[in-house]
């Protein structure tokens, strides 16, 4: 009794430590969205349209870098070193950011500020998955994705309390961005007591330390474990990831491609494009500034909530099947959203409230079932071997179409109009619901990953 309670609060808490990783994805992500508006202005770093898209974007051409990177960085040095130098990296380019003087100053500082948040969505998810028992591995890597929602409501509320207090205050924005290093530095605290991953242990053949650690964090079967571990090891024969290697294996060349794809339905849905220009966005249709703050906030809560309470029915449910009913659900959404905005028929002020409802729903969709999903269904279908290499991968694609659509969606709103621009992706949800048919198939990624070997 005594050692399972002392198991579950090691692994908690390490569980938590790792999520924080999560939470400054979303931070950082999210913090942009009410600053953006501050730092444009002529007194400030006066952005035009296009320059917003790049200071945007620039975090996530980084992220790009940092997701490719952080796969062979933690196959050498292990996981929790890993997070340690990615909250380094968060601190540092936290401070250039609130302290750039112009528009390449800031683009160059979020650059390096992406690599650490690419290479934060790439490890946690994995790292959660590996030092989790099976029961509660679904749940546990679905925290990071409660966590991230987590991190964007938190810059929600402190760009809305900060925007409201001093918004008349010219730099008030260099105080929401510096704001997101308080949780990096917490992150580099905690992560000196939390556990490292016994999987790479297995891999690295310290197969003692990693029997200790499964132990510890409550796994059953311990013995089991180790032998399977060190069994796949002597299998390949102790070489090192090869590509070569692993894209002559059909089985594992079909589940990159699947996780790609999972990667590539994520973002496509457009729903970043709201986390970065949710109070520019809110302001075009007719909302002040300051409601705009706000409104923010309504949506981060309601995202938290819906998150909370999808990430415990996916748990239970067809990962597949709920993958499709929550990209249906986008495209219900975003459609209204688009009509909304369309018609003519309303008040300003009513189409101000159904135009927050719309969002709030697509939101909670999106953060409820797509999102959660995607990244439960990617730190799952990897086998150990080459989990690192292959989700950096995916994580990537999911960063490098964050890159494409947060760069052209301020020319599209200009060129389109917002209702058009909706419509887009709506469009855009519905090809995902295909391409979730055609390759997301959960019997068919299972039987993969069973016969897969590197």
Not at 179 to 202: K, M, T, Y
Not at 224 to 230: F, K, N
Request: proline share 2%.
């Amino acid at each position: 009794m005594t050692s399972k309670k002392y198991n579950s609060k090691f692994l908690n808490y390490s569980v938590y430590v790792i999520s924080l990783g999560g939470f400054l994805f979303g931070y950082d992500t999210g913090v942009i969205n009410g600053a953006l508006a501050f730092m444009s202005r002529p007194d400030q770093l006066n952005l035009n349209p296009s320059l917003q898209g790049v200071v945007s974007s620039s975090l996530v051409i980084g992220a790009c870098i940092g997701a490719l990177g952080c796969g062979k960085v933690a196959d050498q040095v292990g996981r929790k070193k890993t997070l340690r130098l990615i909250a380094i990296v968060f601190t540092i380019s936290t401070f250039l950011c609130a302290l750039a003087i112009n528009f390449w100053f800031m683009a160059i500082f979020r650059f390096i500020l992406g690599i650490a948040v690419g290479a934060a969505s790439s490890l946690s998810p994995m790292y959660l998955a590996e030092i989790s028992p099976d029961s509660l591995r679904s749940a546990n890597v679905n925290k990071n994705a409660i966590f991230i929602v987590l991190g964007q409501l938190s810059a929600f509320v402190v760009n809305a309390i900060l925007g409201n207090i001093w918004g008349n205050w010219g730099p008030i924005w260099r105080i929401m961005v510096l704001s997101a290093a308080i949780p990096s530095v917490i992150l580099w605290i905690d992560s000196f007591r939390i556990s490292g991953s016994p999987q790479w242990l297995l891999f690295k053949r310290r197969v003692n330390k990693a029997r200790q650690l499964f132990r510890r964090l409550g796994f059953s079967n311990t013995k089991q474990l180790v032998i399977s571990g060190t069994e796949t090891i002597d299998e390949s024969d102790d070489q090192e990831f090869s590509w070569s290697v692993a894209l002559k294996n059909k089985n594992l060349v079909y589940l990159l491609i699947t996780g790609i794809v999972i990667a590539l339905i994520q973002q496509i849905s457009g729903v970043n494009t709201v986390m970065y220009y949710g109070t520019i966005l809110l302001e075009n249709v007719g909302m002040g500034a300051g409601g705009s703050l706000y409104a923010n906030i309504l949506i981060g809560v309601v995202s938290v909530i819906a998150s909370i309470f999808g990430t415990r029915t996916i748990e239970k449910a067809n990962h597949h099947k709920m993958l499709v009913i929550g990209l249906i659900g986008n495209v219900v959404f975003l459609a209204l959203l688009g009509l909304i905005m369309k018609t003519t028929m309303f008040s300003q002020t009513i189409t101000n409230v159904l135009v927050l409802i719309a969002l709030t729903l697509f939101l909670a969709n999106h953060q409820g079932i797509v999102s959660p999903v995607t990244w439960l269904l990617l730190a799952e279908m990897f086998p150990g071997k080459v989990k690192a290499q292959f989700m950096s991968v995916a994580t990537a694609t999911t960063w490098i179409t964050n890159f494409i659509i947060s760069l052209i969606y301020p020319q599209l709103i200009a060129l389109l109009g917002t209702a058009i621009v909706f419509f887009v992706f709506a469009l855009s949800n519905g090809f995902s619901i295909l391409l979730s048919v055609i390759f997301v198939n959960g019997r068919k990624m299972k039987k993969a990953y069973e016969n897969a070997e590197v």
